[in-house]
């Protein structure tokens, strides 16, 4: 069961602009959010997380909203860096449960 | 501050043999979680385990276990490996079972013939 769905594999951006990374989820339990990024061969890293509890959390260049009615968070990267260039997973989970169900991925390409 | 590390990096296996990855946790972690990684998908959660007892598990078979010992290191091991355990293995260390603090490690390879 795909509770979580990151619809775009892949999104190519130009350095400077604006990066939108969409994630839609099923499970209205869910009460936390995260997004991690991926470099290949190494594991996720944690980039921002958001409580169902806001519908926006900001840090520095990365904002996650959240809008709850629709079942939909997306991760605003502004301006986009080079460096930014990595798959983007979603994440979401329940506070009472140890489950953490991950989106398929996003690959952002940002080029200079 | 050491990261958090696996064993090995990659393997290769054949169908109905056994496996054991291993995860050594940063520094001061006293929880790990297993992730599971099939190509073009997200990590699955397997189980977590918290101060060496198991804290929740997700929706794998009980050919997948695991052990966490005194220094918090863990080991995964799967018994009867299956075609479709071909995947990345991943755990996260985190100083508790909070989502939000976890350090993945790069990961194991395995492949199953």
């Known amino acids: 069961d795909q509770q979580v769905k990151q619809n775009s594999p892949s999104l190519s951006v130009q350095e400077g602009r604006i990066s939108i990374l969409n994630c839609d989820y099923t499970?209205?339990?869910?009460?936390?959010f995260l997004w991690y990024k991926k470099y290949p061969a190494e594991g996720p890293t944690f980039l921002i997380s958001?409580?169902?509890?806001?519908d926006k959390n900001e840090d520095g260049r990365f904002t996650v909203f959240l809008n709850k009615s629709a079942k939909h968070l997306s991760l605003h990267i502004v301006p986009s860096q080079p460096g930014d260039s990595a798959v983007y997973f979603c994440?979401?989970?329940?506070?009472?449960?140890?489950?953490?169900?991950f989106g398929a991925g996003t690959r952002l390409t940002v080029k200079p | 501050e050491t990261g958090v590390t696996q064993s090995p990096t990659h393997l290769i296996k054949t169908r109905g043999q056994q496996v054991t990855l291993r995860c050594s946790s940063q520094?001061?972690?006293?929880?790990v979680s297993w992730y599971q990684q099939a190509l073009g998908q997200g990590p699955q959660f397997i189980f977590q385990?918290?101060?060496?007892?198991?804290?929740g598990r997700g929706n794998f078979p009980p050919r997948f276990s695991g052990l966490q010992f005194p220094n918090y290191s863990s080991e995964l091991n799967v018994n009867a490996l299956e075609l479709d355990d071909s995947a990345l293995y991943l755990c996260?260390?985190?100083?508790?079972?909070?989502?939000?603090?976890?350090?993945f490690g790069p990961g194991t390879r395995l492949t199953v013939l």
């Open positions: 996260a260390s985190s100083l508790g079972p909070e989502v939000d603090t976890q350090y």
């Open positions: 499970n209205s339990m869910f009460d936390y």
């Open positions: 958001i409580s169902s509890i806001k």
């Open positions: 994440a979401a989970s329940r506070a009472e449960l140890n489950d953490m169900r």
């Open positions: 520094s001061g972690h006293n929880t």
């Open positions: 385990y918290y101060r060496e007892e198991e804290n």
